[in-house]
């Protein structure tokens, strides 16, 4: 592995609190990963990228900057990185999945909200993840109070630009939607002193669109009877990647997982044993290096097949229509693409639990797991709607809530245990 010290030294990092982290990430992702068997050999690539996960892209943004780029920091599915893209920037995603960070966050804010909220301030605040460190702005957006409060806090200590959110999706919402991502292209002007043309965000809008092709590529191999030929967490780490890689590279890689998971498809080779039951996943993000759900789930006799979360469906669901030719036009089409992610934080919300319908006769599953992160308010609220319909459907259901901490781990393998063989029955 390459040695990233200086680097980290030169983000004004803390070396010592980094190490720590460093210590334990290779062992636990052997653990969660490593040990599974008959993997896509596409993998490597996000494997690699694991191992690296400090180095090697932060050091391709270091390098975007050393020509004049800028890189934006987001927390959110919400905030349109077309616009970035189109101006010679860089988005990395930026919300903390570890429970590392956490403490650090807790100095900050209340103990008692939502871990990615306290995760991701801890790692700004800790100087222990390079992808804070490099961003030359945050970009925050009104979604749910934690973090719309958390960006107050962020913003106190660098430039952090926050999007109102509309709350529900009437067309005067859409259009106000529309007139934020306009005046979120001005200061992306501003910041990276490049004018916005017709042409450049028609092209960024290409790419983000393949981009969402190649993934959903991968998703749609997922939706095969009779033969699972990727791991959930696996796909759910191509996810996690995708939202910090660039996005070209993001494209053609997932695009080769996806050819070979088309061939595993015809040849018949299945990660897991016939019979496996199937899982869709839905909730609140798993931000890397959230694997825990996700392991103990196909570590208690059932695979998951699909994630309908911002982590997975909702990232590439609906394409934006490429073809305006005007900046105007442009900016309709991304409000109206965006506006179509059916997160809990609009209100009323049945696009999610239609959604969920759906994916769940798309994918062929036995049952769900509607899984949130404590103290998030807006996806608890949902549970018994959306338990509601399930069981309308003859869908079971499972809902859970919990943490980045390892201490309801087998409190939770007992309940998924219990459920997967309730399928079975
Ligand atoms: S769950 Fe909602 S607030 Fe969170 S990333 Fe997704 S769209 Fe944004
Ligand atoms: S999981 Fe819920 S509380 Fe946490 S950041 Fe997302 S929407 Fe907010």
């Given at each position: 592995?390459?040695?990233?010290?200086?680097?980290?030294?030169?983000?004004?990092?803390?070396?010592?609190?980094?190490?720590?982290l460093?210590?334990?990430?290779?062992?636990?992702?052997?653990?969660?990963?490593?040990?599974?068997?008959?993997?896509?050999?596409?993998?490597?690539?996000?494997?690699?990228?694991?191992?690296?996960?400090?180095?090697?892209?932060?050091?391709?943004?270091?390098?975007?900057?050393k020509?004049?780029?800028?890189?934006?920091?987001?927390?959110?599915?919400?905030?349109?990185?077309?616009?970035?893209?189109?101006?010679?920037?860089?988005?990395?995603?930026?919300?903390?999945?570890?429970?590392?960070?956490?403490?650090?966050?807790?100095?900050?804010?209340?103990?008692?909200?939502?871990?990615?909220?306290?995760?991701?301030?801890?790692?700004?605040?800790?100087k222990?993840?390079?992808y804070?460190?490099?961003?030359?702005?945050?970009?925050?957006?009104?979604?749910?109070?934690?973090?719309?409060?958390?960006?107050?806090?962020?913003?106190?200590?660098?430039?952090?630009?926050?999007?109102?959110?509309?709350?529900?999706?009437?067309?005067?919402?859409?259009?106000?939607?529309?007139?934020?991502?306009?005046?979120?292209?001005?200061?992306?002007?501003?910041?990276?002193?490049?004018?916005?043309t017709?042409?450049?965000?028609?092209?960024?809008i290409?790419?983000?669109?393949?981009?969402?092709?190649?993934?959903?590529?991968?998703?749609?191999?997922?939706?095969?009877?009779?033969?699972?030929?990727?791991?959930?967490?696996?796909?759910?780490?191509?996810?996690?990647?995708?939202?910090?890689?660039?996005?070209?590279?993001?494209?053609?890689?997932?695009?080769?997982?996806?050819?070979?998971?088309?061939?595993?498809?015809?040849?018949?080779?299945?990660?897991?044993?016939?019979?496996?039951?199937?899982?869709?996943?839905?909730?609140?993000?798993?931000?890397?290096?959230?694997?825990?759900?996700?392991?103990?789930?196909?570590?208690?006799g059932?695979?998951?097949?699909?994630?309908?979360m911002?982590?997975?469906?909702?990232?590439?669901?609906?394409?934006?229509?490429?073809?305006?030719?005007?900046?105007?036009?442009?900016?309709?089409a991304?409000?109206?693409r965006?506006?179509?992610?059916?997160?809990?934080?609009?209100?009323?919300?049945?696009g999610?639990?239609?959604?969920?319908?759906?994916?769940?006769r798309?994918?062929?599953?036995?049952?769900?797991?509607?899984?949130?992160?404590?103290?998030?308010?807006?996806?608890?609220?949902?549970?018994?709607?959306?338990?509601?319909?399930l069981?309308?459907?003859?869908?079971?259901?499972?809902?859970?809530?919990?943490?980045?901490?390892?201490?309801?781990?087998?409190?939770?393998?007992?309940?998924?245990?219990?459920?997967?063989?309730?399928?079975?029955?």
């Amino acid at each position: 592995m390459t040695d990233y010290r200086q680097m980290w030294t030169d983000l004004d990092m803390d070396l010592e609190t980094h190490d720590q982290l460093c210590a334990v990430l290779p062992a636990a992702f052997g653990d969660t990963y490593l040990s599974q068997e008959n993997r896509p050999e596409n993998m490597a690539f996000y494997d690699f990228v694991v191992s690296e996960i400090h180095g090697v892209r932060p050091a391709e943004l270091i390098e975007l900057q050393k020509e004049g780029g800028k890189v934006f920091g987001t927390f959110c599915v919400f905030v349109p990185d077309e616009v970035v893209v189109a101006c010679g920037g860089a988005v990395t995603g930026l919300c903390g999945g570890s429970q590392f960070w956490v403490p650090e966050g807790e100095k900050v804010l209340p103990s008692d909200m939502c871990p990615l909220v306290k995760a991701s301030l801890g790692a700004h605040f800790g100087k222990t993840c390079p992808y804070f460190s490099v961003a030359d702005m945050y970009v925050g957006e009104t979604t749910c109070d934690g973090k719309k409060k958390a960006y107050e806090i962020l913003g106190a200590d660098k430039r952090t630009y926050v999007m109102d959110m509309p709350q529900m999706k009437r067309p005067k919402d859409i259009e106000k939607w529309t007139g934020e991502i306009a005046d979120f292209a001005h200061e992306v002007e501003s910041v990276t002193g490049r004018a916005l043309t017709p042409e450049a965000l028609g092209a960024a809008i290409r790419l983000i669109n393949d981009k969402r092709r190649a993934l959903a590529r991968v998703f749609e191999a997922r939706k095969a009877e009779g033969c699972i030929p990727i791991s959930g967490k696996d796909a759910l780490l191509m996810m996690q990647i995708a939202f910090f890689d660039d996005p070209a590279r993001c494209a053609e890689m997932a695009n080769k997982l996806a050819d070979e998971l088309e061939q595993r498809i015809v040849d018949g080779v299945s990660v897991f044993p016939a019979g496996t039951k199937r899982i869709l996943v839905t909730g609140t993000p798993l931000a890397i290096p959230n694997w825990k759900l996700h392991h103990i789930i196909e570590t208690s006799g059932a695979a998951v097949v699909c994630e309908e979360m911002c982590t997975g469906t909702r990232y590439f669901e609906n394409l934006v229509d490429e073809s305006a030719d005007t900046l105007e036009g442009q900016f309709q089409a991304l409000s109206e693409r965006y506006m179509k992610n059916n997160c809990a934080c609009f209100t009323p919300n049945p696009g999610r639990i239609a959604d969920v319908v759906r994916m769940a006769r798309e994918y062929h599953v036995d049952g769900v797991i509607d899984a949130n992160l404590k103290f998030c308010t807006l996806y608890d609220v949902e549970k018994p709607s959306l338990a509601a319909a399930l069981e309308a459907e003859g869908i079971p259901c499972l809902a859970l809530e919990t943490d980045y901490t390892d201490n309801d781990a087998e409190q939770l393998r007992t309940r998924v245990g219990a459920f997967v063989e309730m399928l079975g029955e």
